[in-house]
């Protein structure tokens, strides 16, 4: 590892990052605010990971040993992967009529999910775990990886529909290549939630997990994946020949998805502002139940598994090293 790959766990206020030696991952996980949806500020962070993982590959000697095998993307919010597009932005651009910026917000969108779906044009694998609900852009982002992990109990679906707009940055071009057109117009019209399971026995989850045991299922997928490291990667390779995501695609829909935006109706909006409502009931409204939000399965790993460095906490801090007096004291529990 040189100072490059240090630079890849720089500090962030709305993802945290975890690095998993062992099994050579990177973990990043959606830790947004108020409302656990993509703000400007997830977004500008997420792609910031991804640049910063490119640009450890553009140092590191071709001929040594990579320390990143997968990307793997989570969520820290109980019960919630991510509930999509920021909504309250949306309605206020769509009101001032400010189509740069819904075109500029959407092209964020497009980017990440584009560098995720070519694992970051590097010798990667990328993985999506959703324990929770994943809507619109959060299906979106989960749809976007190599690989997509969801327990059984998780609901993924595309609700726009209700407020007279459609999923466009990147649903249509990334479930058709699954589920085929049909299948992915059928989805996107009914604003219908599917759980893990049903989504699981279509094809569209490639791999489920029991309830409470995602990340234990992604790490086995991982101890399976690098026995056969070298055919999987081919074939990643063969997928995306065979049939490859194409920006401009994307970059295209999304002025369509613009455009279909800007002609919304009062009506619309309020509905959309009535989500807007219903996902800030889903976060909690106060600092101590919001400080236990936080304190999710993947921060209890001080007491479960081994512990590797560097890491962020709970609270968004870069920790270098273990600075407990007695970093065994968790072989007591």
């Known amino acids: 590892m040189n100072r490059d790959f240090f630079k890849i766990f720089r500090d962030y206020k709305e993802i945290s990052i975890r690095y998993d030696a062992h099994h050579r991952a990177i973990w ?17 962070e997420a792609r910031q990971l991804q640049q910063s993982i490119i640009d450890y590959f553009d140092t590191k000697k071709t001929d040594s040993e990579s320390p990143i095998r997968y990307f793997i993307q989570a969520s820290q919010v109980p019960g919630i992967f991510n509930l999509g597009g920021d909504l309250s932005l949306f309605i206020k651009l769509i009101k001032d ?9 959407s092209k964020q969108c497009i980017e990440i999910c584009y560098l995720n779906a070519m694992n970051l044009h590097l010798p990667i694998t990328t993985i999506s775990l959703v324990e929770g609900v994943a809507l619109g852009g959060g299906f979106e982002s989960a749809l976007s990886s190599n690989v997509l992990v969801a327990t059984e109990d998780a609901k993924m679906g595309f609700p726009e529909i209700r407020f007279n707009l459609f999923p466009g940055m990147g649903a249509y ?48 997928f991982i101890r399976q994946h690098q026995r056969s490291g070298n055919g999987r990667q081919a074939l990643q390779q063969v997928r995306q020949r065979y049939h490859p995501i194409d920006y401009q695609e994307l970059a ?24 807007v409502r219903a996902q800030l009931t889903k976060v909690a409204p106060d600092k101590q139940k919001k400080r236990s939000l936080l304190r999710t399965k993947q921060d209890r790993r001080f ?29 007591l529990h």
């Open 252 to 275: 295209d829909i999304t002025e369509i998805w613009v455009d279909a935006a800007l002609r919304l109706e009062d009506r619309d909006l309020r509905m959309m502002d009535r989500l």
């Open 97 to 105: 009529r400010n189509r740069q910026q819904l075109l500029d917000y």
């Open 173 to 220: 071009s990334l479930l058709a290549r699954i589920a085929g057109m049909t299948t992915t117009e059928k989805m996107i019209t009914s604003g219908a939630i599917y759980s893990g399971r049903v989504l699981y026995d279509m094809g569209i989850v490639n791999h489920l997990a029991e309830t409470g045991k995602g990340q234990k299922s992604v790490e086995k």
């Open 28 to 44: 990043f996980y959606y830790n947004p605010t108020p409302r656990p949806c993509f703000s400007p500020t997830v977004l500008k």
């Open 303 to 331: 007491v479960m598994d081994e512990v590797t460095f560097p890491l962020t906490g709970w609270s968004g801090e870069t920790i270098m090293f273990d600075r407990r007096n007695n970093s065994d004291r968790r072989l």
